[in-house]
Nanobody, 118 residues
Framework: QVQLVESGGGLVQAGGSLGLSCTASGSISRITTMGWYRQAPGKQRELVAT???????NYVDSVKGRFIISGDNAKNTVYLQMDSLKPDDTAVYFC????????????WGQGTQVTVSS
């Protein structure tokens, strides 16, 4: 039973920083991609950032230059460093792992609330 546990959410003022982490426990096959999604009330869930097991990152345009994604495949952990936070960043953030050898499977964290006050 694979579980993804997130930590690091909270309340910060605009312009502040916050770091998120997510670690997968249990038996998980080879991880190909790790990432973060977010969803605000009344809005569609959107992809924030992903990183491949080779270390190639990808970001949604709205967070480029402010967020940095990193991962540690040996520890089954993905991180998201968020700087220069804006009120529009307020959302529930979900970590995401895609893993498998030839048949890929997606795993999701429970979500952690990030609130940025103005």
């Amino acid at each position: 039973q694979v579980q993804l546990v997130e930590s690091g959410g909270g309340l910060v003022q605009a312009g502040g920083s916050l770091g998120l982490s997510c670690t997968a426990s249990g038996s998980i096959s080879r991880i190909t991609t790790m990432g973060w999604y977010r969803q605000a009330p009344g809005k569609q869930r959107e992809l924030v950032a992903t990183i491949t097991n080779g270390g190639s990152p990808n970001y949604v345009d709205s967070v480029k230059g402010r967020f940095i994604i990193s991962g540690d495949n040996a520890k089954n952990t993905v991180y998201l460093q968020m700087d220069s936070l804006k009120p529009d960043d307020t959302a529930v953030y979900f970590c995401y792992f895609r893993a498998g050898i030839f048949s890929l499977r997606d795993y999701w964290g429970q979500g952690t609330q990030v609130t940025v006050s103005s």
